[in-house]
């Protein structure tokens, strides 16, 4: 068990370029999230998903991003057109469930992706 | 809506003392759970402690322990014996057991040596 690794670790763009993350789960872990952490603020939530089925999305989720978990391992986190205010630390996050979120295993967080767009 | 609300931004204690963290939320669900995450600096966030809102019985993980409150809508966290490692900013968190935590601002604990 690695733990959840996210890649890569810091990202500088130019506003108005595409970015895409990446986030590996824990294997055997079933759920993702992804997750935005400003400065000073508590993680917010943008995606979830179930195996590869993306069940919810935040409002904060524009038109300029989109999530996929192909085969339902791995995650891309792509943000087109980046603007100034995307710059946050990027979350991905796994458990392992089949019922209610919040019984199952423990939240494990990866390292996070910092994005800087200028 | 559902919301998580911290009050204290931070927070400083003297190694070996005791600390309280405070965290209410907002809800109008009577079966959730909450969390508290610990995030240290340039590390990943781990979980601290768990509560499940239907247990009456506070959890405890060692030198943490939280006090549930239900009708108050509170839940604090108390860490005893606090050592230099417990330097971190803790968030509270809230489910109601559908897709989505709620995070609240964080609490920047100092322990001082």
């Known amino acids: 068990d690695t733990g959840v690794s996210q890649d890569p670790r810091h990202k500088i763009t130019k506003r108005g370029q595409n970015v895409t993350f990446r986030c590996d789960p824990i294997?055997?872990?079933?759920?993702l999230y992804w997750y935005r952490q400003t400065l000073g603020q508590g993680p917010e939530f943008l995606t979830y998903?179930?195996?590869?089925?993306?069940?919810?999305k935040s409002r904060l989720l524009s038109d300029r991003f989109s999530a996929e978990r192909p085969k339902g391992s791995f995650s891309t986190l792509e943000i087109q057109r980046t603007e100034q205010g995307d710059s946050a630390m990027y979350l991905c996050?796994?458990?392992?469930?089949?019922?209610?979120?919040?019984?199952?295993?423990?939240?494990?967080f990866g390292n996070g992706t910092r994005l800087t767009v200028t | 809506a559902q919301t998580v609300t911290q009050s204290q931004p931070e927070m400083s204690v003297q190694e070996a003392e005791t600390v309280t963290l405070s965290c209410t939320y907002d809800?109008?669900?009577?079966?959730?759970?909450l969390f508290w995450y610990k995030q240290p600096p340039s590390r990943q966030m781990i979980l601290v402690i768990r509560q499940e809102a239907y247990k009456q019985q506070n959890a405890t993980e060692n030198r943490f322990s939280v006090n549930f409150q239900k009708a108050a809508k509170s839940f604090s966290l108390k860490i005893s014996d606090s050592q230099l490692g417990d330097a971190a900013m803790y968030f509270c968190?809230?489910?109601?057991?559908?897709?989505?935590?709620?995070f609240g601002t964080g609490t920047r604990l100092k322990v001082l040596a």
């Open positions: 998903f179930q195996n590869e089925a993306q069940l919810e």
């Open positions: 968190a809230f489910t109601s057991g559908t897709y989505k935590y709620i």
């Open positions: 809800t109008s669900e009577s079966d959730y759970y």
């Open positions: 996050a796994s458990s392992h469930g089949q019922g209610r979120v919040g019984l199952d295993s423990p939240l494990h």
């Open positions: 294997s055997e872990h079933n759920r």
